[in-house]
């Protein structure tokens, strides 16, 4: 993939934090990959939005219901990472 350098101005106590974060993956990893979440995020915040003019805010009881499907898939992939293994009936 293409790079490019580019100047940017970061106050000095953050960039200290960050190079004692990224040390291994270097200081432009580190960049690029919040660059790309902070990208992503907005993508999304974007579509929120969109999806929400369209079809009106999510209601309490929606939110709620999303919740506890993303604990169920949280707690599944837990146990598949813990465990290594897939429910009964599917195949590796």
């Known amino acids: 993939m293409a790079t490019k350098k580019v100047t940017v101005t970061i106050p000095e106590d953050l960039l200290d934090e960050i190079r004692a974060d990224a040390a291994e993956r270097g200081l432009s990893a580190y960049v690029a990959e919040a660059l790309r979440f902070k990208r992503d995020r ?5 579509l929120v939005d969109w999806l929400q003019e369209e079809h009106g805010p999510v209601t309490e009881v ?23 293994k897939h429910n009964a009936g599917e195949t590796a």
Do not use: I, P, S, V
């Not at 907005?42 to 974007?46: G, K, N, P, W």
């Open 62 to 84: 929606e939110q709620a219901a999303a919740l506890d499907k993303l604990e169920e898939l949280d707690a599944e992939h837990e146990r598949r990472r813990t465990t290594g």
């Open 42 to 46: 907005d993508r999304l915040r974007e």
